[in-house]
């Protein structure tokens, strides 16, 4: 097929490439083929090929492209209490809200229920890529698998390894360490074997809860599997006080540490959060090529922090954004954009108004939407080793299609046209499910 019209990519993060009257061509296995600017000389052929295959979608005036989002951080079995209780305490919503919630699963009707909604709602606000924690139970993390591949996005799925009769309730946890670690590796196979999963558009996740859920066995258990199976690892990492606390207290070293000698710091994995990392933290999960899933909107409630992310991209820590549905009360990559601005604004401009303002926050904390819109779409395909995030041959066609002019919400009533930044601010800041016209992820339009 052919898509014609206005792209917009970010090859850097310091870089928007604006591709006017471009023509792509996406071959039967999404792949793009080839991509053609008007100055070109095959540019007038190719057209001419493009509108005799009568497989040629033409953008109008008020249409343009960007790469799908990537969600690198989504609870998925959370989807029926986003927005709940976020004014508690970790712990405390763990524990009265989440675990009991997540217990549920073992009815795979329920799954059946909440799975096929949310990633309807993920492709409906422009999600191609979702890295999902599921639960403990390996039905229902099937069924999610088998739900996304069914739906056509493309998906990270981990089964939930938790054993600790310490921290985690004797009705939801594996039952002990190896149990965990079977179950773990069953959860692998049955995903990469899915029917109609030949390409492996959905993978399996290694995914210890966070080491506080984690038995030390359970731990190197996990670590083993990921090194004999070639598999991408995801936990939650320094997240909050508490929780950061706790892991010191425990193993006496920091988590980057301690996953690092549990075998889980690799180049598959994501940390979620990572707000508490040190230096040397930093430094370790740089060598190790591990990314990071920042994750500003939840942060904002449980971490009492905000990731050190200018810190973590001067160090050359690859990074993405993650919702952590329903820790952030949102399904909106975009909505994670404004946020992931905001607090790094925050961040910058320090909290106490009192204090003269050369002594207030961080200096150069603040990234701008441009850089947001980076780490949602380039950056965390970078994160996953993704061939997707951007308009390029050799990379998979995973789109959307921004309806500009869409009734309910005008994006550029009042922007000049060709003031190109200016347009994708616009976007970026206001963008709705109404505006996300059609989803493309491997070629195949998934939504609209
Ligand atoms: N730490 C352990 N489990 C969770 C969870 O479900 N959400 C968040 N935000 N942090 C966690
Ligand atoms: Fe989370």
């Known amino acids: 097929s052919w898509h014609l019209g206005l792209f917009m990519h970010m090859p850097r993060m310091s870089r928007l490439e604006v591709l006017e009257n471009t023509l ?190 984690c038995t030390n066995d359970l731990l190197a258990g996990l670590g083993e599997l990921a090194a004999r199976h070639q598999c991408h690892v995801q936990t939650h990492c320094s997240e909050s006080d508490w929780e950061h606390d706790y892991v010191l207290n425990r193993l006496g070293k920091t988590d980057t540490q301690a996953l690092a000698d549990f075998g889980l710091l690799n180049r598959h994995t994501v940390l979620a959060h990572s707000n508490f990392i040190t230096d040397s933290d930093m430094g370790r999960i740089q060598e190790a090529g591990s990314g990071i899933a920042h994750c500003p909107l939840s942060n904002s409630y449980f971490a009492d922090s905000v990731f050190p992310l200018r810190r973590a991209l001067d160090k050359s820590l690859r990074v993405g954004l993650g919702t952590d549905i329903a820790g952030g009360h949102s399904a909106s990559l975009f909505n994670t954009c404004q946020h992931a601005v905001a607090s790094s604004r925050m961040l910058e401009s320090g909290v106490d108004a009192r204090l003269p303002a050369a002594e207030r926050g961080q200096a150069n904390a603040r990234i701008n939407f441009l850089e947001a819109f980076y780490l949602a779409t380039a950056g965390g395909a970078d994160v996953l080793d993704s061939p997707t995030g951007l308009f390029e041959p050799g990379r998979q066609f995973d789109a959307l299609l921004l309806d500009l002019d869409c009734p309910e919400n005008r994006l550029n009533e009042f922007t000049r046209a060709n003031d190109w930044e200016d347009l994708l601010g616009c976007v970026v800041y206001n963008t709705q499910p109404c505006n996300i016209g059609r989803v493309w992820i491997d070629g195949r339009c998934v939504h609209g």
């Not at 549920?104 to 059946?112: E, G, S």
């Not at 939930?160 to 360490?177: E, L």
Request: hydrophobic share 40%; with cysteine.
């Open 24 to 213: 792509i061509q996406v071959d039967a296995l999404g792949s793009i083929v080839s991509l053609t600017r008007p100055d070109e000389p095959e540019y007038t052929e190719r057209l001419h090929t493009a509108r005799r295959s009568g497989a040629l979608t033409e953008m109008s005036s008020q249409q343009m492209m960007i790469p799908g989002l990537v969600d690198l951080h989504v609870h998925a079995p959370q989807w029926p209490q986003l927005g709940k209780a976020l004014h508690l305490p970790l712990q405390d919503w763990l524990n009265h809200y989440t675990f009991p919630l997540e217990a549920r699963y073992q009815d795979i009707d329920f799954a059946r229920q909440v799975y096929p909604s949310l990633v309807r709602a993920l492709l409906a606000n422009g999600t191609t890529t979702a890295m999902y924690f599921a639960t403990v139970h390996e039905e229902a993390t099937e069924l999610l698998a088998a739900t996304c591949l069914a739906l056509g996005q493309r998906a990270y799925v981990g089964r939930v390894a938790m054993d600790d009769p310490q921290q985690c309730p004797d009705y939801y946890r594996d039952s002990d360490a190896q149990a965990a670690v079977a179950a773990s590796e069953r959860s692998i196979h049955a995903i990469r074997q899915l029917s109609g999963n030949q390409n492996q558009l959905v993978k399996p996740v290694i995914t210890p809860r966070f080491i506080p859920s």
